[in-house]
């Protein structure tokens, strides 16, 4: 007997090395290069659509989350986005699921039965289905829905890993999931824009060549419609200077006390410079009280906040700097003004000129859907 056991445990073992480590399962193709990458998400398990659950029911359904984690590995191992997790709320949220369908549970369970009776490796055949199902969202809001299915066929022995093909089904979710979501452009401000009916920036948002001396050389538009965008202006033979121009919607629903508005704008902006400091972005910046603006230009009068303060960076690099803030539509129009002072100084009367040009000339888009619900729902909610 004893040569019919070795033999028997060579043929377990031939088998067991000879089984091949590499995903037999298709990936799809996506680009893993660093502009491609996808913003912070947070992730969570969802429960399965009607669809699914009743595909279960006339089934061998397995899940015992070991699927959904081998999934949650894969996607974080792809390291295409720039945070990944459970544990905070993001903008971003991935909520999927993943289920594995046995199709012949019953009648591979008989052969490894009697493979450990007679303890022959016989041969099983592993038919299964895996599914799984994705939704993302940006802060409540649906944005795509995406649903797989990847069949997987296979001849093992008892003695391999039963788990290997889980893993194997998890990395090509993964791959499937990102090259959709990278064709899509669900994770970009142009497909968020549209989706929510947000503002149309590039098209709406009209800006002057030139402003005196300065002239527009970028427009950024953030991957947040409550960010809006950001306009770059350079004042010529001035290249460490920089001037800002930020267009964004008011989150408020009325704005009727116009003075108040604009002072708790405005207040925000110098928390902000005040948390850049604490996070070390600045040595130190000392800003005055805020002052009122107005001056008026073909009749029309334009009432705003401003700010005057003094920036200290790296290595003890003091700047001059100036925050305007103003309203036009349902938008606040703020400006920010730093010069070094290696430079001439930056006046208070020079900023107020390029303020007095620029605003004029400045359209912005008008309320978009997306604001005009959200301040709709607000009301009816009573939430100011």
Request: proline share 5%; glycine share 4%.
């Amino acid at each position: 007997m004893r040569p019919v056991i070795f033999i028997s445990l060579f043929l377990a073992a031939a088998v067991l090395t000879g089984c091949k480590s590499s995903n037999p399962l298709p990936k799809d193709f996506y680009s893993d290069s660093p502009e491609n990458r996808f913003p912070p998400v947070s992730v969570f398990a969802k429960k399965p659509s009607n669809e699914l659950a009743s595909l279960c029911e006339q089934n061998t359904c397995q899940w015992d989350g070991l699927q959904v984690d081998n999934l949650y590995r894969e996607l974080e191992k792809s390291q295409m986005f720039q945070a990944f997790a459970n544990e905070r709320i993001s903008a971003y949220q991935i909520r999927f699921t993943a289920r594995s369908i046995d199709y012949n549970a019953a009648v591979n369970g008989a052969k490894m039965v009697a493979s450990a009776a007679t303890l022959f490796v016989v041969p099983t055949q592993l038919k299964k289905e895996y599914r799984s199902e994705f939704q993302v969202s940006w802060n409540g809001f649906e944005l795509a829905e995406y649903q797989f299915a990847i069949p997987y066929e296979e001849t093992f022995a008892l003695y391999k890993e039963p788990r290997q093909a889980d893993r194997f089904a998890a990395e090509s979710t993964a791959s499937k999931f990102i090259a959709s979501a990278q064709r899509d452009g669900i994770f970009t401000s142009d497909f968020l824009y549209a989706k929510l009916q947000a503002e149309n920036y590039p098209r709406d948002l009209h800006v002057p060549v030139h402003v005196g001396e300065y002239e527009h050389v970028l427009t950024y538009v953030y991957p947040d419609p409550f960010l809006g965008a950001q306009l770059n202006f350079k004042r010529t033979g001035k290249s460490a200077e920089k001037t800002d121009v930020f267009v964004y919607p008011i989150r408020q629903v009325e704005w009727h006390d116009a003075e108040k508005t604009l002072e708790e704008e405005i207040d925000s902006a110098r928390k902000e410079i005040d948390l850049a400091v604490k996070q070390g972005a600045y040595k130190t910046a000392d800003f005055g009280e805020n002052q009122t603006i107005s001056f008026s230009r073909d009749g029309k009068i334009y009432t705003g906040k401003v700010t005057v303060g003094t920036i200290t960076s790296e290595p003890d690099q003091n700047s001059d700097s100036l925050i305007y803030l103003f309203m036009n539509k349902d938008k606040f129009v703020k400006i920010r003004m730093t010069r070094p002072a290696t430079e001439d100084k930056l006046t208070r009367q020079q900023a107020d000129k390029f303020i007095a040009e620029l605003l004029p000339q400045l359209s912005v888009p008008d309320e978009s859907y997306f604001m005009a619900n959200l301040r709709r729902n607000k009301r009816n909610t009573g939430i100011r």
